[in-house]
């Protein structure tokens, strides 16, 4: 869920909850569907948070890779005297 739309779903139930306060069926129904959104959007931002630890990962194995390759390079040009 994209946060946006999770706070406009939160405010939307709050007004929601704000205008029923005499109907506890309702207000049972609309907290119930509160703690559903608030789930969700905790969902959503740990997958985001994990998806985002494994692109750093990916970069870090790619900046690691390459600095292997810069010293063979480095190594090489200085065993040919060319440094």
């Known amino acids: 869920m994209y946060y946006q ?4 779903s ?14 506890e069926k ?10 559903s959104i608030i789930l969700k959007q905790l969902d959503f931002d740990i997958q985001w948070l994990k998806s985002d630890e494994s692109i750093r990962n990916e970069w870090s194995k ?17 065993e040919k005297g060319k440094l």
């Not at 739309?5 to 406009?8: A, E, H, P, V």
């Not at 939160?10 to 109907?23: A, C, P, R, Y």
């Open 5 to 8: 739309d999770f706070i406009n």
């Open 10 to 23: 939160k405010i939307f139930l709050e007004e929601l909850v704000s205008k029923n306060l005499e109907n």
């Open 26 to 35: 309702v207000i049972k129904e609309l907290l119930a569907t509160y703690s």
């Open 62 to 78: 790619n900046q690691t890779k390459q600095f292997e390759a810069n010293s063979m390079i480095t190594k090489t040009a200085l």
